[in-house]
């Protein structure tokens, strides 16, 4: 089971360049959705000379990122899956325990916050609408407990599109049978920043689940 999460330690995508571009509907009122690269895009993160920002966009459907022009695929640290699998939105939580005294976790932490930050400023967001970006890291409002990541678990044709492996064995386990404060490792993706309702959110998706 050594070889079953396959993405790269999340630390070697620190010094990446990440890429951004921007992808208009063709016909915003069709049916059909259809999509375009925005012709005067610029896909550097660092875009404070770009007049066209996505928050201006008014056809903007959705903003591919990446990590030196590859995927932005990686493994996480061993983590706890807090309230199991959410069967009404296809989500788990996984939490950055002792971030604040775990050296690697806090590592991973402030790797999710950056990307965040990074794409917060791509789009254009500052303090005064930070708020139209769902962060995918939430927290309890009395800040009591360590704060956790959303996971979003692919669901296509009918089926969950996801790996899950029990370490003491090579059997299949069910994404449906994942408990309460299981402890986990996991290969997680994201490959767009989505715009909906006038908001933008960019969500982890799982694809390969290690029960520890």
């Known amino acids: 089971m050594n070889n079953f999460i396959k993405y790269n330690n999340f630390e070697t995508l620190k010094n990446y360049k990440i890429n951004f571009n921007c992808f208009n509907y063709k016909d915003y009122n069709s049916k059909k959705k259809e999509y375009e690269l925005h012709k005067n895009n610029d896909n550097d993160n660092d875009n404070d000379n770009n007049n066209d920002k996505p928050i201006e966009l008014k056809n903007l459907a959705y903003i591919d990122i990446t990590a030196n022009q590859y995927p932005i695929n990686i493994q996480t640290p061993d983590m706890l899956c807090l309230f199991g699998f959410n069967k009404e939105t296809n989500q788990i939580c996984l939490q950055f325990t002792n971030y604040k005294t775990d050296q690697r976790m806090?590592?991973?932490?402030?790797?999710?916050?950056?990307?965040?930050?990074?794409?917060?400023?791509?789009?254009?967001?500052?303090?005064?609408?930070?708020?139209?970006?769902n962060s995918q890291i939430k927290q309890d409002s009395n800040m009591k407990y360590d704060p956790y990541l959303i996971i979003k678990i692919p669901f296509r044709n009918n089926k969950y599109e996801v790996d899950i492996r029990n370490k003491g064995n090579n059997n299949y386990c069910s994404i449906t049978n994942l408990?309460?404060?299981?402890?986990?490792?996991c290969d997680i993706y994201i490959d767009k920043i989505w715009k909906y309702n006038e908001r933008y959110i960019c969500k982890w998706k799982l694809s390969r689940l290690l029960i520890l």
């Not at 400023?121 to 005064?128: M, P, S, T």
């Not at 408990?179 to 490792?185: E, G, I, L, Q, S």
Request: glycine share 2%; proline share 0%.
């Open 106 to 133: 806090n590592l991973f932490y402030n790797f999710i916050q950056n990307l965040e930050y990074l794409q917060m400023k791509y789009i254009g967001l500052n303090e005064d609408n930070c708020n139209l970006y």
């Open 179 to 185: 408990y309460n404060f299981t402890k986990v490792r």
